[in-house]
């Protein structure tokens, strides 16, 4: 008989030390899977899925990475996780939710890992949302192309590749096209892998899709397609060594499409014997019988091989005995990471320096984004029409792009979900994107990204992963812009916890926030009402101020007194509080010149955090309180703001706290008089004020 060695070299390239790592990670995988089997009164507590079939093309994969590489491995891929370094011991304190959990501290699923390790790939957080993973993964990949164009950041002596694991059930997910589009469009350096097992959960290929992913990765030019058995682990590792080599040499995408047999539950709270008919035909092909006769074929013994399967099964044993021993969280635990700390916690810088002119609010929020591209080479802006040839829609990225260069500032296509995802994995790799969705009603394909990505990734990864964006939302109704071009949004996503919400109503703060917003390292949107950009509103001058030096920021969740009431008249008990934001602001402002000294008008400034002491001082102060509001008034933030007053201000208040916004319909008219009678004015707040303060 030949020597291994020998035997070996005449099948494949790949070192005997490596097909014994292989084999030995392929029979954990297989032995964890079955110890969770075994087990599964215990373990099914928390539902989990195991790479079952999958592992031959998981192990390839994995083993190949190196540190600088950022993966996207999605919940079937215990076995990749574990080619990467990670042990039985860390995926079984996450299957049963502990709080040593070194992914999320028994925050989210098994196999949903998170992981910073300077001797692993990086993996940020990955959500359960089946397909979700693309959009973040891609904008790591975009962000590791952009540094590597501005020469910024850590070199490496083998330039660093994005692995992005999916599910080919979910290639049919409209935002894994977006992904795909935009690593053809700018040449990624990113792999798609996508473990086709033919099912979702109980739907068949047959019935959901008309094409494998390489049938559908064809509508995307510039993406190269691969195929492999991925029951074969020599042939997996081949066609992975191929495609991760043409990534880091040539930076280009590649999809790997491999074909795998589902030999286990769809989760373990969705078993295979409820539905499937066709178990037979995939036991025929598990990677694991057939690794290990092709590994006895080379000339590897027996012997050799049960030695690491009983290392295995006793690997298994003992780290399941720990992890059942492991501490649970307690109850406090619930209240960590949420957010980042911000290293801003007081207003600095000049607010109002000596001899500038008042400047119009689009113009502030302008010169704040130069002046953080200026001083910050991470700081990039992208989005619909942002680019050279207009700098937004209302101006507010004017000149950007001439000046820093079309690699820091660039037109996006009209994909809102990318636009927001993708600043999940460029703020992975250490940059800070300031994106833009174009109008507010435009938001709504972005909201899945922004709640199951963004807002969760600090509190799911335990902190490793807090996502550092701006995300700008032109709002509010402005000039007849009709049923899609006004709507008012924040109660939907003040309803995202995880994020942070500004809404300026002058320049000086619209730059002191933006500024502020930039150091966060939490995710912040910011809402900029397009009546207010040029102060073209009648009645709206007071948003127009000196602008801010370029120092100037502004602490989160603390609000202004944008107008003060007499001594005397708080003194007579003749005066009220208006708690309001935006344009809100503004109606308040000109209403208020009707009642002379009577009025203090609180300008929120943030919706989240909210500065809910300054809220309650004014409202304790004055004893009456209408909350103004764009949105209509049902349902909204504006209520919610209400009943905390009613909640932590009872005993002060001489009446109920009253609201007041659009009507109840279900969009504004494009038609001026309908326009008029749909929102609040000056003139309808004027009117309210005068029923409170004689009440």
């Known amino acids: 008989m030949a020597t291994t060695k020998k035997a070996t070299n005449k099948l494949t390239n790949i070192s005997k030390q490596n097909l014994l790592k292989a084999y030995k990670l392929m029979a954990t995988a297989k032995t964890l899977a079955d110890k969770y089997e075994e087990t599964f009164k215990v373990v099914s507590k928390y539902v989990h899925a195991t790479s079952r079939g999958h592992e031959a093309i998981q192990i390839a994969t994995g083993m190949q990475l190196l540190p600088q590489d950022y993966l996207s491995a999605y919940y079937r891929d215990d076995a990749m996780l574990l080619s ?137 030019p510039g993406i190269k397609a691969m195929k492999v058995n991925g029951t074969n682990f020599l042939k997996c590792y081949e066609t992975m060594e191929e495609a991760i080599q043409y990534v880091r040499k040539e930076r280009k995408p590649v999809l790997v499409h491999a074909k795998v047999p589902l030999l286990n539950h769809h989760t373990s709270g969705v078993r295979k014997e409820w539905y499937r008919d066709d178990l037979e035909e995939h036991m025929q092909f598990d990677p694991y019988p057939f690794f290990r006769k092709q590994l006895e074929d080379m000339g590897i013994s027996k012997k050799e091989l049960d030695n690491k399967e009983e290392d295995a099964r006793l690997l298994v044993d003992d780290h399941y005995d720990k992890a059942l021993k492991a501490e649970d969280p307690s109850p406090h635990d619930l209240f960590t990471h949420d957010f980042a700390p911000t290293p801003i916690t007081e207003e600095r810088g000049e607010r109002e320096p000596k001899g500038k002119e008042k400047a119009v609010m689009v113009d502030s929020a302008l010169f704040a984004v130069q002046e953080l591209m200026e001083k910050h080479d991470e700081c990039l802006l992208y989005g619909q029409d942002v680019g050279h040839r207009l700098g937004g829609v209302f101006r507010e990225a004017a000149t950007l792009a001439q000046k820093f260069g079309k690699d820091r500032v660039f037109n996006t296509p009209i994909q809102e979900a990318f636009i927001v995802g993708s600043t999940v994995g460029m703020s992975a790799v250490g940059l800070k994107p300031i994106v833009e969705v174009q109008f507010a009603d435009y938001i709504w394909p972005g909201l899945n990204q922004l709640f199951t990505e963004v807002s969760r990734s600090c509190y799911l990864t335990n902190g490793k992963y807090p996502v550092s964006m701006i995300l700008r939302v032109p709002i509010g109704a402005y000039g007849s812009g009709g049923p899609y071009h006004s709507s008012s949004v924040e109660s939907v996503v003040a309803n995202i916890r995880g994020i942070k919400i500004a809404y300026p109503s002058t320049g000086a703060d619209m730059k002191g926030l933006m500024k502020s917003a930039y150091y966060d390292p939490n995710p912040v949107v910011i809402f900029e009402h397009k009546g207010l950009y040029w102060s073209k509103v009648k009645g709206t001058d007071a948003a127009k101020t000196v602008e801010p030096d370029a120092d100037y920021v502004i602490p989160f969740g603390k609000a202004r007194i944008a107008l003060k009431a007499s001594q005397e008249a708080i003194e007579n008990g003749e005066t009220m509080t208006i708690i309001t934001y935006g344009m809100g602001v503004h109606w308040s402002l000109n209403a208020a010149k009707k009642f002379k000294g009577k009025i203090e008008i609180v300008d929120l400034r943030t919706l989240h955090p909210l500065d809910t002491a300054t809220i309650y001082q004014s409202v304790r102060t004055h004893g009456k309180c209408l909350v103004v509001t764009e949105e209509p008034v049902n349902n909204t933030f504006a209520q919610s703001i209400a009943a905390r007053v009613q909640e932590n201000c009872f005993e002060y208040l001489d009446g109920p706290v009253r609201t007041i916004g659009s009507e109840n319909m279900p969009a504004i008219p494009l038609n001026s008089t309908l326009e008029a009678a749909m929102i609040p004015s000056a003139e309808k707040v004027e009117s309210v004020l005068s029923q409170m303060l004689t009440d």
Request: glycine share 8%; aromatic share 6%; with cysteine.
């Open 84 to 220: 990467i370094g990670c042990t039985p011991h860390d995926l079984m304190l996450q299957l049963m939710a502990k709080k040593d959990d070194p992914f999320s501290g028994g925050r989210t699923y098994y196999a949903h890992p998170s992981l910073k390790d300077e001797d692993k790939p990086k993996i940020p957080h990955q959500s359960s949302a089946t397909g979700m993973q693309a959009i973040p993964t891609t904008g790591i990949a975009m962000g590791i192309q952009y540094k590597e164009l501005r020469n910024i950041g850590e070199k490496h002596k083998e330039a660093p590749v994005v692995v992005c694991s999916l599910g080919d059930a979910c290639i049919t997910e409209g935002e894994v096209s977006e992904a795909f589009q935009m690593a053809a469009l700018k040449q990624l350096p990113i792999i798609y892998l996508v473990q086709d097992n033919e099912w979702d959960i109980s739907a068949h290929a047959s019935e959901i899709r008309s094409g494998d992913a390489t049938e559908y990765i064809k509508g995307f």
